[in-house]
């Protein structure tokens, strides 16, 4: 009797996570549509000391894993700050997800203040994200918290 209860309580963790996926990939169409230098959106779980790609808007990456430590990326968490490089190329911390991205802006996602994941943003134009974007997204990752969370556990 116990063993089903747990079986039961496993499918739904993993209907939580499924949920959660196919919002954050609705929340980086959303975005990608929203704002045309947002060519590609992706948001990241940090599980582990590591940052899991769980969806995203844009040209296939390499880097569906980085670790904390590598990468602009990996400075948002580390740094619990929002992260905005307006030139990739002048940054040897910037790992290249494409050779048409100019710019990047990296949004922590905070559950009750802790960092669990982030907002990834690359543009094709250089100095693309100013302070009302860095503003917009960071309003909108207090809105996904609770879907990344689920990830990151």
Known sequence: MKGEHLDQTSGITELNRKNARQMLGEFCSYLSEKNPKYNWVG???LKSNKLILEN???KPTVHEEINI???LCSQAIVQNRIVNEPDVNSNSQYLACSLETRSEVVVPVR????P???IDIDSDTKGAFTKDDEEFLSTLSELIAYY??????
């Open 56 to 58: 995203y808007v844009g």
């Open 43 to 45: 948001i990241y779980a």
């Open 111 to 114: 559950y009750k203040g802790i």
């Open 116 to 118: 669990v994941g982030e």
């Open 148 to 153: 990344v969370k689920i990830l990151s556990d």
């Open 69 to 71: 430590g590598e990468g």
